[in-house]
């Protein structure tokens, strides 16, 4: 920035060849409104003012609400700098995550208070999640107006299963999850990656493709862990991991689906070394897999 005295106004500065302020802006001998045409150059997004003085108490407040602007703009400026150059927007997978509320209770830990309401009966959103990256922007927050035409869908479809309000989960999600995606025009908005995950999930349908096979929930039939994956390859593709937990019973529980997904929402995106924030694990080929049924008058336990 470049900042000269005017012949009456207080100051007059240049930001990145562009002026950006306040009461009276004249270019003094040897600036141009659009620049320095001598001068020291500064850096990007620094900050400097150079003002006459003012014995006015008016005055005073002036120059410093000016200070403030200037330093929050160049602040803002050099950040934007260094999103652009971190590229936290630059994944190239995304995780659409389905979740099989009659098991997701069972290896909850004690201080959550687990609630399975009677409607959920099929497999149910946990989130859509880029790869390797999480929290990219605190100051985008989620409010209830930006889901005002999704509300009965989101709560059949992407319910919290603890006592809290499906809000806070949806919070959440946005906060470490959404805000990451908003990089993609079709998910650039609260409306737009919520609605988005509503429609994988009819595109990615768990329970169609289970129920085509004869797959049902049970508390005394198991499968093998092959027969699941093939009945959801018509669906899904191959690219994409059942997840499991282990009950009191040393049970291997079915919990939990991941997909793995191009940007433009087709299946079977690869990359090596994509971190798992999920806290469940890949069902062991080597032993059976339960698929309990919902209950929800103990759903730590559903198959005692």
Known sequence: MVVAEGPQGPCTSVL?????????????????MFGALDGPTLRPGS????CRPDRTEQGTMVRGAVLVFLWLAGAEMLREEQVERSGFCSWKCMKFVQMWPGSFCVALGPRFDCV?????DSWTIHGLWPSNVMNCCSCWHLFPSDLMDLPKELAQHWPT???ASSFQFWKEEWRKHGTCAGCMEALSSPSKYFGAALGLRTMYNVDGAFQRTGILPSCNHSYQLH???EALVPVLGKEHELQCVTDGQARQVLVQLKISLFSNFSAGCL?????DFSPYRPCENQRRVFYFPPNQKTPRDPCP
């Not at 562009?18 to 802006?25: I, M, N, Q, S």
């Not at 900050?47 to 150079?50: D, F, I, M």
């Open 271 to 275: 990359e090596e070394g994509a971190r």
């Open 116 to 120: 399975i309401p009677e409607s959920a």
């Open 16 to 32: 990145e060849g562009r002026v950006l302020l306040h009461e009276e802006v004249k270019p003094a001998r040897g600036v141009s």
């Open 161 to 163: 299963f603890l006592n």
């Open 47 to 50: 900050v400097s003012l150079r």
């Open 227 to 229: 027969t699941l994956q």
